[in-house]
């Protein structure tokens, strides 16, 4: 196989020779002191379809957006006791009713309050629920592209999906 020419290296000659026949493509050298390699390369970025390597995400995914939903008014002493147990995704305004604050700034309160769902005092008057149309999204990146410019990236290559199926069905 003849070597590419792009891929002259200034090494001694042997050892270009014995390189270029082993591995075209992928060509090794070593510079003495006064020797040097010029190097063009070209880079494409790529989405991870070939492999995940090639993707600046590090980790991504979804949940969804968790909520607490009072079945029934409580007021009085049932609204101070459950205020009282789960301070801050519960409270109580001044008329003494109890207040659901939003489940997602309390997330660390939400095992708590599954464990006094076990009283059927208090599962008939809440739940705990998760809404089935508000998604959270979390992408982790490897830092070569920040997470924002990422979702930016990802929201263009469905766009361009969504058109060419809108094509292929003829809408």
Do not use: M
């Not at 002493?77 to 207040?99: H, N, T």
């Not at 924002?148 to 766009?159: G, H, I, S, Y």
């Amino acid at each position: 196989a003849e070597a590419d020419p792009s891929l002259a290296l200034t090494t001694p000659a042997a050892d270009t020779a014995a390189a270029a026949a082993a591995a075209p493509a992928a060509a090794a050298a070593a510079a003495s002191h006064l020797q040097s390699i010029e190097l063009e390369a070209h880079a494409i970025k790529g989405i991870g379809r070939e492999h995940a390597k090639w993707s600046p995400v590090a980790t991504a995914w979804y949940r969804l957006k968790p909520e607490v939903v009072l079945l029934q008014q409580l007021d009085g002493p049932d609204a101070a006791e459950l205020a009282a147990a789960v301070p801050g995704l519960f409270s109580v305004d001044k008329k003494g009713r109890l207040v659901v604050g939003d489940a997602r700034q309390h997330e660390d309160k939400w095992e708590k309050a599954r464990r006094l769902l076990e009283n059927e005092k208090w599962s008939e008057a809440i739940q705990l629920r998760k809404r089935k149309d508000h998604f959270i999204f979390t992408i982790e990146s490897t830092g070569c592209v920040p997470a924002d410019e990422l979702f930016r990236q990802a929201l263009e290559v469905l766009e361009q999906k969504c058109s060419r199926l809108a094509v292929n069905l003829g809408v």
